[in-house]
């Protein structure tokens, strides 16, 4: 189900994010790879780095009216490890430069997450 829905909001993505998804797609930024429309738990966020654990979300005025769902979500995604990151849609179009000057920024001064833990009963290691 919230794969559905992700495709249909990527499908249906607004100016501003089609604007930073321009600027983020295909490694543009630093060489990092980002996900749009991605699903992490119950939420879709709008743009992730999964290897540094980083979610970018845009927001329009519908958000200031769902602030304290805003706060539930961010919690949420906070709890599971993810720094995020939010921007109005102003920001990004009108100060697009400015906001992946943010960005970058904040991706080069967090350290890679660290890989999947090796198997129980020390295999693969050798002795």
Request: net charge negative.
């Amino acid at each position: 189900m919230a794969t559905q829905l992700a495709r249909v909001l990527r499908k249906n993505m607004t100016d501003a994010e089609r604007r930073l998804w321009y600027r983020l797609r295909d490694r543009r930024l630093g060489d990092w790879k980002f996900r749009r429309q991605h699903p992490v738990g119950p939420y879709i966020v709008d743009f992730i780095c999964i290897d540094k654990k980083v979610v970018i979300e845009v927001d329009g005025g519908q958000h200031g009216e769902n602030e304290e769902a805003d706060l539930r979500r961010t919690a949420y995604l906070e709890k599971q490890g993810y720094r995020v990151m939010r921007f109005w849609n102003y920001e990004v179009l009108q100060e697009t430069d400015a906001v992946m000057d943010t960005i970058f920024d904040t991706l080069e001064d967090l350290p890679p997450h660290p890989g999947p833990l090796p198997p129980p009963g020390g295999e693969g290691v050798n002795c």
